[in-house]
């Protein structure tokens, strides 16, 4: 049986790993691991993490999230990886039709969910009403729900390891954060793999946690730097694939 690695970055980020953490417990039924990559947390993280019994790797700083995604990812020993961000919530049923998506064809590399909070296509209709009654309505298997794009929202990004062999790691020069998820996926494309959103899965999203203790100015700046490093590496504009 496959083994699921959970990787999830964090920083300062208690209140909300916490709930995560509980939703991995209560939803998800095949064997798994979870990693929290903690970077440099002053609150009470590394308790939170420890009396959930995950695995910890503990920075002394904050060295982003493709750095701490990448360590995590050298830990992890599954078959099936996932990056899950520490403001989610996975819900019943959610990852069985994520796992039932990546593998229904050998070119599958990686698959995201429906969410609450999440840029383009990955977005759901209409407002939440509440997470479990959302998630009663939309995580009914359906595969014709399954649609190919040319991005996953990084939010929670499951992908094959065979994909990480091929492709390597994200590419720590978008450190903090913002546009790792999208080089990543234009590599995957690259190396010929599909990408498929599973519309028949939703994952909760509180929506910004990552850089909350940044300005509204310093979060623009730094997505448009990242935009235009994209956009050097690849010599194609990232909001192409939104």
């Known amino acids: 049986m496959r083994l699921l690695s959970i990787i999830i970055?964090?920083?300062?980020?208690?209140e909300l790993l916490d709930p995560c953490l509980?939703?991995?417990h209560q939803y998800v039924s095949t064997p798994y691991e979870v990693i929290v990559v903690d970077n440099g947390s002053m609150d009470q993280s590394l308790?939170?993490?420890i009396r959930h019994d995950a695995k910890l790797i503990a920075l002394p700083d904050n060295r982003g999230f493709p750095?701490?995604?990448n360590l995590g990812l050298r830990l992890a020993a599954g078959d099936e990886l996932l990056l899950l961000n520490n403001d989610t919530q996975l819900t019943k049923g959610a990852m069985k039709a994520m796992r039932r998506c990546l593998h229904s064809s050998p070119d599958i590399g990686i698959v995201g969910p429906m969410s609450n909070f999440a840029s383009g296509k990955q977005q759901i209709a209409g407002p939440l009403t509440t997470i479990r009654r959302t998630a009663a309505r939309m995580n009914?298997?359906?595969p014709a729900k399954w649609r190919a794009t040319?991005?996953?929202v990084g939010l929670?990004?499951?992908?094959?390891?065979?994909?990480?062999?091929?492709?390597?790691?994200?590419d720590e020069q978008f450190s903090p954060?913002?546009?790792?998820?999208?080089?990543?996926?234009y590599r995957a494309r690259l190396a010929g793999y599909r990408l498929l959103i599973a519309g028949d899965a939703f994952v909760y999203h509180h929506g910004g946690a990552s850089f909350k203790q940044r300005d509204a100015g310093q979060v623009e700046e730094l997505i448009r730097v990242n935009r235009e490093k994209f956009r050097a590496k690849w010599q194609v504009d990232p909001l192409a694939f939104i």
């Open 9 to 14: 970055p964090n920083y300062n980020g208690a």
């Open 22 to 24: 509980k939703s991995i």
């Open 47 to 49: 308790s939170v993490a």
């Open 67 to 69: 750095v701490a995604c």
């Open 140 to 142: 009914v298997p359906n």
């Open 150 to 152: 040319e991005r996953v």
């Open 156 to 170: 929670c990004f499951l992908f094959k390891r065979e994909l990480l062999e091929r492709v390597g790691l994200l």
């Open 177 to 185: 954060g913002h546009y790792e998820d999208d080089d990543y996926c």
